[in-house]
Nanobody, 124 residues
């Protein structure tokens, strides 16, 4: 069982930056693929970014590629999402998620554990 808690959301102007964190409880954090998802107003939840258990593999949605960076610190059971050059369309509730890493590693679907979400609002 893994419990996830996001933090770091807030209000920022367009062009600004935010860094989200996801703290995980439980054992063997490094055995989990971790992901960030978001759900904007009136929209379905969508994949944002994913990272493999050892941090060596990452994958991004086209909409955030080049602006967002996903990373993790397995010693601290924490994952991060550095968001730069934020746009109003990035406004959403951001969720972190976890799943056991299988071979081959996949990033977009199959997550078993979810956090409660943190609100990110980007003003124009």
């Amino acid at each position: 069982q893994v419990q996830l808690v996001e933090s770091g959301g807030g209000l920022v102007q367009a062009g600004g930056s935010l860094r989200l964190s996801c703290a995980a409880s439980g054992r063997r954090f490094s055995s989990y693929v971790m992901g960030w998802f978001r759900q904007g107003p009136g929209k379905e939840r969508e994949f944002v970014a994913g990272i493999s258990g050892n941090g060596g593999g990452t994958y991004y949605a086209d909409s955030v590629k080049g602006r967002f960076t996903i990373s993790r610190d397995n010693a601290k059971n924490t994952m991060f999402l550095q968001m730069n050059a934020l746009k109003p369309e990035d406004t959403a509730i951001y969720y972190c998620a976890a799943k056991q890493q299988l071979v081959p590693v996949t990033f977009i679907t199959g997550y078993d554990y979810w956090g409660q979400g943190t609100q990110v609002t980007v003003s124009s």
